[in-house]
């Protein structure tokens, strides 16, 4: 009689708090549409602010040979000329010699090796996903760029035969991202009674990594909570139609709404929503000009175009952003500017859509960050390209201000025909902060005071610039 009470015990406990024997279960690792079996081991976790994956799964199940010395603390992963090294605790890892900074030490935990989410990105070649709603990480090895050296645009991936396929979306920054691997014609159409933002993907259907590794259904569809807008309480995607095969992505509304989108070369599309007095939505959408002056900040490169390789191994296009978000906070300190910058992640976006989001908005200048390169480790300094006369005076003062505040050696002011500064309409220039592929330069790049310093100097040139 006893066991049968616990028993009906137990059974009941599960029926009523079926949610807190699932709590703690792990994150599930998806590669290239397979989910992995992490039963022996420690499982991927999330600490909260990084997401760990146990290296020695990942690696085994794409062919590298992972050899672990305990003395050490120390894991080697080998496959053909690619050798990966890191020690427990240690901040830093050493890909085919370079030094590579992580986001969090390995951790040790049961045997098992656990590394940050990012770096199995971009030590092993692979694009990453993490779906907090799923607990799953989404890894595909796609290949990746061959060349980074000019200004072109990554090439394509294979268009499925027939429809193109959603691989993936995010939401951040009020800027929804839509990424598919072949030519969309998007929609974008508002509703009211609630207020709702419609974006149509014709002939487009859901990638099968991304069902398996985003969406929170079977056929695909899903929800994306929003907790960072003021506009956007939450995402829905869904197929919308067999006949034609529509992908609908539904934005809801907290308050009204318009949305302005730009779809790049490389099939992604942005939908970028501001405050509205009730208007419709529109393409264009033009911005409401009320005085402000708007500046275009653009951190090169992002996603697979890694821009320069520095001597430790740094990354240009974590350089740049880094510095464009910090020029973007120092912006907004002053009311008479409006802000928009092309990315605040790791996003990538072709070059003409760097274009589309200055000539949707409207901008009054445009200010492309870059940290430069060359292929011998001699040159170093700064230099600022423009390419348009009308883009001259800009380049000189910001070339001025960040001259003063660095001290680095100076490169000039000189004409290029670079994609963002020549197909934009408004005064446009991009600016090299030093060489990456200097030593003496690429120490002082990587620290956050160069980095705060050359921030400063730009926002002190674009108020002269426009007379503020």
Known sequence: MKKWSAAVFVFLFLCLFPVMANADSSPSIV?????????SGAPAENTGKTVMVPIRIVSENLGYQVKWEKATQT??????NS????TAGEDAATVNGNRVNLDSPP???????????RFVGEGMGLQVGW????????????PPVASMEGENDPVEAPVPEGLSELQSISFGGDRLILATNGKITPKVSSLNGPDRIIVDLPGTTFAKEFIQGQASNPDGSGTLLVTDSSLVS???YAMFSQTPSTVRVVLDLSQVATAKWSLGENNVLLVDLAASNGEPTSQPAVPTNDGKKVVIIDPGHGGRQSGAVSVTGAYEK???LAVGLKVQALLQQHTEIQTVITRQDDTELSLQQRVDIAQLNQADIFVSIHGNKFTTPVPNGIETLYSRKDSKDLADILHKHVLQITGFKDRGVKTASLHVTRETTMPAVLIELGFLSNPADEAMMLTEDYQNKCAQAIVDGIV???GL
């Open 31 to 39: 590669l290239d549409g397979v989910t992995i079996n992490q039963q």
């Open 75 to 80: 894991v080697r992963i080998l496959k053909g």
């Open 83 to 86: 050798s990966i090294q890191m």
């Open 107 to 117: 951790l040790i935990k049961q045997g098992t090796t656990l590394v940050p989410l």
């Open 131 to 142: 779906d907090n709603g799923t607990k799953t990480v989404s890894l595909l090895s796609i």
């Open 234 to 236: 939450k995402v829905r």
């Open 318 to 320: 974590d350089f740049n």
């Open 464 to 466: 002269e610039y426009l």
